[in-house]
């Protein structure tokens, strides 16, 4: 039975192929394309993984990357988080904290995590920030995470991934659907709230790739007596009141969330802003040394891909 539904999807895909070539040829901006890999799948019925046009609700298109094969496909690549310079603490790149400089007077960054503003390309997004308009336009009820090398190409995305997981009970539909919304209900700003009692939502996930242990060659040693492996946490506070957007993997049960957690808002009260920047505190013990606090190399060169279905 398998076999046959494999065939089936395998002669379609070759059809279809056929098809979308034509369909690919113009990309005229009359031309509108599904809002979703959710909504392309569910017109095509089987497609493989790659790049695919898609359309916000206002007309403007826009190439993205879709996950057409984990659990039954449909994932669309909305936003990556990369530290292109771990030695820069809220420096140039760092979209998804602050290019600012650590600053108390700008306690949220300009706020990319709440907001409108696009960057990045898909072609680029293991080298770079990335977010697309589907990030604050689809409306979705899962997520998945991938966690690649930097700089490895399309194709290779998914296959070096040294991380890769999905939620599985609807979670965005109580939060607006998607990101976008979240964060407005739990802004990514210092001094917001306080450590535990302000937490954001922790989802369970499914894994992928890789399983509980795997969170410990990754992130630092002291780092596993300050988590649950298992979840995804949405905005959290450490012991100095500083936000930060993302913890992925796991559900904080220390303060010392920095270490861990990615994103955050313009201000980091310890340590004089090295704690500030997209990778937070990943290189407190040196950069890469997976010793103490130190997330491993592999970890801290690794772009964060963000999906939804
Ligand atoms: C948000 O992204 C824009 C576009 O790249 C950038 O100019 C801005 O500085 C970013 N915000 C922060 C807080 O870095
Ligand atoms: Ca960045
Ligand atoms: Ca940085």
Redesign the pocket.
Same mark, same amino acid.
């Given at each position: 039975m398998a076999q046959w539904v494999m065939l089936m999807c395998f002669l379609l895909l070759n059809l279809e192929m056929l098809e979308s070539t034509t369909i690919m040829l113009g990309n005229y901006p009359s031309v509108s394309y599904p809002k979703s890999c959710k909504e392309l799948l569910h017109l095509y019925g089987c497609l493989p993984d790659g790049l695919y046009f898609l359309s916000t609700s206002s007309g403007t298109s826009y190439l993205t990357f879709c996950d057409m094969t984990t659990d039954g496909g449909g994932w669309t690549l909305v936003a990556s988080i990369h530290e292109n310079n771990m030695y820069g603490k809220c420096t140039v790149g *760092?979209?998804?904290?602050?290019?600012?400089g650590n600053n108390e007077n700008v306690p949220e960054? *300009?706020?990319?995590w709440s907001n409108k503003?696009t960057?990045g390309t898909v072609e680029a997004a293991s080298s770079d920030?990335f977010k697309n308009p589907g990030y604050y336009e689809i409306i979705a009820e899962d997520m998945s995470v991938w966690h690649v090398p930097n700089g490895a190409n399309v194709d290779n995305w998914k296959p070096s991934s040294i991380f890769r997981y999905h939620t599985q009970k609807n979670f965005l539909t109580q939060y607006g659907g998607n990101l976008y919304n979240l964060y407005k209900a739990y802004p990514v700003r210092y001094n917001a709230g306080v450590c535990h009692t302000n937490t954001g939502p922790s989802i369970p996930i499914v894994y992928d790739f890789g399983n509980d242990e795997s969170l410990s060659t990754l992130y630092g040693p002291n780092s596993k007596r300050e988590y649950e492996p298992g979840y995804i946490t949405f905005r959290a506070f450490n012991n100095e009141k500083a936000a930060l957007a993302l913890c992925s993997g796991l559900k904080p049960k220390g303060c010392n969330i920095e270490h861990f957690c990615i994103g955050g808002g313009?201000f980091f009260a310890e340590g004089s802003g090295r704690q500030c920047g997209d990778f937070a505190g990943f290189d407190w013990n040196g950069y890469g040394t997976h010793s103490q606090w130190s997330a491993s190399k592999e970890m801290t060169e690794s772009v964060v891909m963000l999906f939804y279905r």
């Open positions: *760092d979209r998804w904290s602050s290019q600012q960054g *300009d706020g990319n503003v960057f920030d313009g």
